[in-house]
């Protein structure tokens, strides 16, 4: 019985071979037959054919691994195998490679290899159109352009600390033993765009690195001479039992990733998130941990339980019957819903709209510069089209007739008009999801944690008071910031009339203070409860 499996297992990987060998030969012919057209084209410009000609081997060796679940290695990877580590020494004898073009240099010296990196600064490659400079980066992959030249030098020191990331994360993947990773290699080195200059915000700072490293290194020395293990980063004032919480608790602030993938280049501040990222993209089609809401399947219990997260409410809103699994959550949900009016801070420069957050003002201007199709255009052929799979949305109130819609949006119309469904107040829509059958139905449960249930059922059972009232308040800077208390402000009602309706009606005085990225999404948050006047309200 055993000779026959291996036999089968023998035939399989001849068939896989046969495949590859076929890709392979047909890649070649079509290299062959389109040679003096490249030929001539790299007379024009040598950079540009050698940038062109390694996508299209990335585009082909991708296209294999879709089609036969085979993932080789992305182009410029090492072949060798990494060997298995101790743990304490993962960051250790890290091997760091070049990826400028025509350069070749890997070392494991770290300051010598940011030095070489620098200079590749005085190697980009500088175009002028219309008297505007643009300078390119030559990095394997990368593609970057700007006119900044600053930016460019910030984006060159990145390159340095990105590829020993990746370094760490090919001696991980023997010592983690971390499965295969079967996103897009040819992303690994994508870096994001560095508008400014590294900032340390810690109280009585204020300097500026152009590179990473040395932004980090500088942090690391406040963390090390910092009293009592305190956070004295501008509005944070947290304080730690160790020193190492304290380091890890920084990196929150800086921004700094502890090791990256070696094959798509994605960088993470834990190993345990690294694993999770390759985890993910290995489900057996059989697992057993599959969700119960949404039928998603995942490769371990703890990936499942990570998800099941999103669909618990955890947080109650107090001006509707809303819930949300987390605080970002709420506040779009308040900054949408709520105050509309009073959060449009991002006006478009083509007309008169503003909009809530930049990425609502991104895709708004899309409005204006994107080019209109003429009737007949599309960028997705018949036989892609037809791949597609339709989703289908079913109604679960009138299962006889088979009502079945090909929009979620049409069969939202038939929920209200036919059969009078309203959805929660708070909610801007309905919500749908894929049942046994592959249909899109309804959802009608809504998950909560108890304390939220009973906060909005006894909590909030009167009807709720609108954010656009009568109240004003005062904000007054009380205290300035220290090495381990953040900036103090008092709260106060402009007036005595304002007071006195407060505390005649006996309510208690809640306020939620939350710092916010540019995106809007809350980085941390603190509730404060007081039955007392807003006039005795200090925070911090």
């Given at each position: 019985?055993?000779?026959?499996?291996d036999?089968?297992?023998?035939?399989?990987?001849?068939s896989?071979t046969?495949?590859?060998?076929?890709?392979?030969?047909?890649w070649?012919?079509?290299?062959?037959?389109?040679?003096?057209?490249?030929?001539?084209?790299?007379?024009?410009?040598?950079?540009?054919?050698?940038?062109?000609?390694?996508?299209?081997?990335?585009?082909?060796?991708?296209?294999?691994?879709e089609?036969?679940?085979?993932v080789?290695?992305g182009?410029?990877?090492?072949?060798?195998?990494?060997?298995a580590?101790?743990?304490?020494?993962?960051?250790?004898?890290?091997?760091?490679?070049?990826?400028?073009?025509?350069?070749?240099l890997?070392?494991?010296?770290?300051?010598e290899?940011?030095d070489?990196?620098?200079?590749?600064?005085?190697?980009?490659?500088?175009t002028?159109?219309?008297?505007?400079i643009?300078?390119?980066?030559?990095?394997?992959?990368?593609?970057?352009?700007?006119?900044?030249f600053?930016?460019?030098?910030?984006?060159?020191?990145?390159h340095?600390?990105?590829?020993?990331?990746?370094?760490?994360?090919?001696?991980?993947?023997?010592?983690?033993?971390?499965?295969?990773?079967?996103k897009?290699?040819?992303?690994?080195?994508?870096?994001?765009?560095?508008?400014?200059?590294?900032?340390?915000?810690w109280?009585?700072?204020?300097?500026?690195?152009?590179?990473?490293?040395?932004?980090?290194n500088?942090?690391?020395?406040?963390?090390?001479?910092?009293?009592?293990?305190?956070?004295?980063?501008?509005?944070?004032?947290a304080?730690?039992?160790r020193?190492?919480?304290?380091?890890?608790?920084v990196?929150?602030?800086?921004?700094?990733?502890?090791?990256?993938?070696?094959?798509?280049?994605?960088?993470?501040?834990?190993?345990?998130?690294?694993?999770?990222?390759?985890?993910?993209q290995?489900v057996?089609?059989?697992?057993?941990?599959?969700?119960?809401?949404?039928?998603?399947?995942?490769?371990?219990e703890?990936?499942?339980r990570?998800?099941?997260?999103?669909?618990?409410?955890?947080?109650?809103?107090?001006?509707?019957?809303?819930?949300?699994?987390?605080?970002?959550?709420?506040?779009?949900?308040?900054?949408?819903?709520?105050?509309?009016?009073?959060?449009?801070?991002?006006?478009?420069?083509?007309?008169?709209?503003?909009?809530?957050?930049?990425?609502?003002?991104?895709?708004?201007?899309?409005?204006?510069?994107?080019?209109?199709?003429?009737k007949?255009d599309s960028?997705?052929?018949?036989?892609?089209?037809?791949?597609?799979?339709r989703?289908?949305y079913?109604?679960?109130?009138?299962e006889?007739?088979?009502?079945?819609?090909?929009?979620?949006?049409?069969?939202?119309?038939?929920?209200?008009?036919?059969?009078?469904?309203?959805?929660?107040?708070?909610?801007s829509?309905?919500?749908?999801q894929?049942?046994e059958?592959?249909?899109?139905?309804?959802?009608t449960t809504?998950?909560?944690?108890?304390?939220?249930?009973?906060?909005?059922?006894?909590?909030?059972?009167d009807?709720?008071?609108?954010?656009?009232?009568?109240?004003?308040?005062?904000?007054?800077?009380?205290?300035k910031?220290?090495?381990t208390?953040?900036?103090?402000?008092?709260?106060?009602?402009k007036?005595?009339d304002?007071?006195?309706?407060?505390?005649?009606?006996?309510?208690?005085?809640?306020i939620?203070?939350?710092?916010?990225?540019?995106?809007?999404?809350?980085?941390?948050?603190?509730?404060?409860?007081?039955?007392?006047?807003?006039?005795d309200?200090?925070?911090?």
């Amino acid at each position: 019985m055993s000779g026959q499996n291996d036999q089968v297992s023998k035939a399989a990987d001849d068939s896989i071979t046969d495949v590859r060998y076929n890709f392979c030969k047909d890649w070649v012919e079509k290299q062959n037959s389109e040679e003096p057209k490249k030929l001539s084209q790299q007379n024009k410009n040598d950079i540009q054919f050698i940038i062109q000609n390694n996508a299209v081997r990335k585009k082909f060796m991708l296209s294999a691994a879709e089609d036969y679940a085979t993932v080789p290695n992305g182009v410029g990877e090492s072949s060798v195998e990494p060997k298995a580590v101790k743990l304490q020494k993962l960051r250790k004898d890290v091997r760091m490679e070049c990826g400028w073009l025509s350069c070749n240099l890997a070392t494991e010296d770290y300051r010598e290899f940011q030095d070489h990196c620098r200079n590749h600064i005085s190697d980009l490659q500088v175009t002028e159109e219309d008297g505007k400079i643009t300078y390119s980066c030559l990095w394997d992959s990368c593609k970057h352009n700007n006119s900044d030249f600053d930016e460019m030098c910030r984006h060159m020191n990145y390159h340095a600390y990105h590829a020993r990331l990746l370094g760490i994360g090919f001696n991980a993947q023997a010592t983690l033993k971390l499965t295969c990773c079967k996103k897009d290699s040819s992303l690994r080195n994508k870096l994001p765009l560095l508008k400014e200059d590294f900032c340390c915000l810690w109280v009585g700072c204020g300097d500026k690195f152009k590179s990473m490293q040395a932004f980090l290194n500088h942090v690391a020395l406040h963390t090390h001479y910092s009293g009592r293990h305190a956070c004295s980063w501008a509005g944070c004032g947290a304080s730690f039992p160790r020193a190492a919480l304290l380091a890890a608790h920084v990196r929150a602030h800086t921004g700094e990733r502890l090791i990256a993938c070696y094959h798509c280049g994605r960088h993470f501040a834990t190993n345990r998130k690294i694993i999770d990222h390759r985890t993910r993209q290995n489900v057996h089609p059989s697992s057993e941990y599959t969700c119960n809401v949404c039928s998603f399947s995942y490769a371990t219990e703890y990936l499942l339980r990570q998800h099941v997260r999103q669909h618990v409410s955890q947080h109650a809103c107090t001006l509707c019957d809303m819930s949300a699994p987390t605080l970002a959550t709420l506040a779009q949900h308040v900054r949408y819903r709520h105050l509309p009016d009073h959060c449009r801070a991002h006006a478009c420069p083509h007309c008169t709209h503003k909009a809530i957050t930049k990425s609502d003002l991104r895709k708004h201007i899309q409005t204006h510069t994107k080019k209109k199709r003429k009737k007949g255009d599309s960028d997705v052929s018949d036989e892609e089209r037809g791949k597609k799979k339709r989703k289908k949305y079913a109604c679960h109130m009138c299962e006889k007739d088979g009502k079945v819609f090909s929009r979620g949006s049409r069969l939202t119309v038939h929920l209200v008009k036919v059969h009078g469904v309203q959805w929660p107040f708070g909610h801007s829509r309905f919500r749908y999801q894929i049942s046994e059958d592959g249909m899109y139905r309804l959802t009608t449960t809504r998950y909560e944690i108890f304390e939220v249930s009973k906060q909005i059922v006894d909590g909030y059972s009167d009807p709720k008071d609108s954010l656009s009232n009568t109240f004003e308040f005062n904000l007054e800077k009380k205290a300035k910031p220290t090495p381990t208390t953040p900036t103090c402000f008092e709260i106060t009602l402009k007036n005595d009339d304002m007071k006195n309706e407060v505390k005649g009606d006996g309510n208690t005085v809640e306020i939620t203070m939350c710092d916010v990225d540019e995106e809007g999404n809350i980085i941390c948050s603190e509730v404060i409860k007081s039955d007392v006047l807003l006039s005795d309200i200090k925070i911090g």
